[in-house]
DNA sequence: ATGGTAGGACGCCTA
């Protein structure tokens, strides 16, 4: 049976609730991870966005800053809500669905942007986006009663050469410093998780996911970087069917920085 | 070499 799975950096789902409506009746994927909801729990447009038919939300949202949400056709059973860093900010929200029968687990994550100076010894923000990825080594992709784990989201980072549109000249930007990328690939190896992205449009193609704001033309200057990702279990290699990104949407109507990355399975 | 834009909430932080 197929399965679709999508994620965004929406930079606030109420003033962008008419591009989520938009998305949803386009490309119709089964789930959506969202971040940067910016929304607190008790404005969440929830009844909105069950009447685009998705009945299923999840929700962890603060007052103005960070906040995921997972939005689903079927019916999720929220896991968990994790405090990362003991800051008390929304960046985790875990849900199980059912695909063919069986459970999968899906982690939604927003990652610190770590500010604009890459010294964790005089940037407080940098220290705590490093402090971050540590804490999540202990999320492994083969844990708990789930046949297949999958983790989504706008993870702030950029690892790989073909991820930025200059590694040369992003090795000292946030996002792209090596302490970060190789943080982040051990990481992600550590905890058994495959970068689906790469493994079905491997280097040295360029992908990208995010766009300045800054830029005078962010389509003719096409500076971007790779933030978002879609990892899975190695349980879902085989069965990938497709990962696309939806970079059209960076020209719509005030749009997001970020477009959404959706990964399309045939689940046995 | 620097500043450029955007959102939330309403002075200024964060991205």
């Known amino acids: 049976m197929p399965l679709s799975i999508a994620t965004w950096n929406i930079n606030s789902v109420r003033l962008r609730l008419p591009l989520v409506a938009r ?6 994927p089964d789930a959506l991870c969202l971040q940067e909801t910016k929304c607190p729990d008790e404005l969440f447009p929830a009844e ?3 009447a685009l038919g998705y009945e299923h939300i999840g929700f ?3 007052k103005g800053y960070h906040g995921v949400a997972t939005l689903s056709k079927q019916p999720v059973e929220i896991v968990e809500k994790r405090e990362f860093c003991a800051k008390g900010d929304s960046r985790h929200l875990s ?3 059912e695909a063919a029968g069986k459970p999968i687990l899906i982690h939604n994550f927003y990652v610190p942007a770590g500010g604009d100076e890459p010294d964790p010894d ?3 923000k940098f220290r705590h986006k490093l402090d971050f990825i540590e804490e999540m080594r202990a999320v492994h992709a083969d844990t708990g009663d789930a046949a297949a784990s999958i983790l989504v989201g706008d993870l702030n980072i950029a690892p790989l050469e073909a991820d930025v549109w200059s590694h040369k000249q992003l090795l000292k930007v946030v996002s792209h410093t090596p302490v970060e ?3 982040l690939e051990a990481m992600r190896t550590g905890g058994g998780w495959s970068d689906l992205m790469r493994l079905h449009t491997p280097p040295p193609e360029r992908l990208y996911t995010w766009w300045s704001y800054r830029a005078r033309d962010w389509a003719a200057s096409d500076r971007g ?3 978002d990702h879609i990892w899975s279990s190695a349980s879902l290699e085989p069965v990938l069917r497709d990962i696309s990104i939806l970079k059209e949407a960076r020209g719509w109507e005030r749009p997001s920085d970020h477009v959404p990355v959706i990964a399309r399975f045939d689940i046995d």
């Open 48 to 50: 909105e966005i069950k």
């Open 23 to 28: 998305f949803l009746a386009e490309q119709q």
């Open 122 to 124: 005089i940037n407080p």
């Open 95 to 97: 849900v199980k669905i």
């Open 60 to 62: 962890h949202g603060q």
């Open 225 to 227: 970087r790779r933030l």
């Open 181 to 183: 990328t190789e943080g």
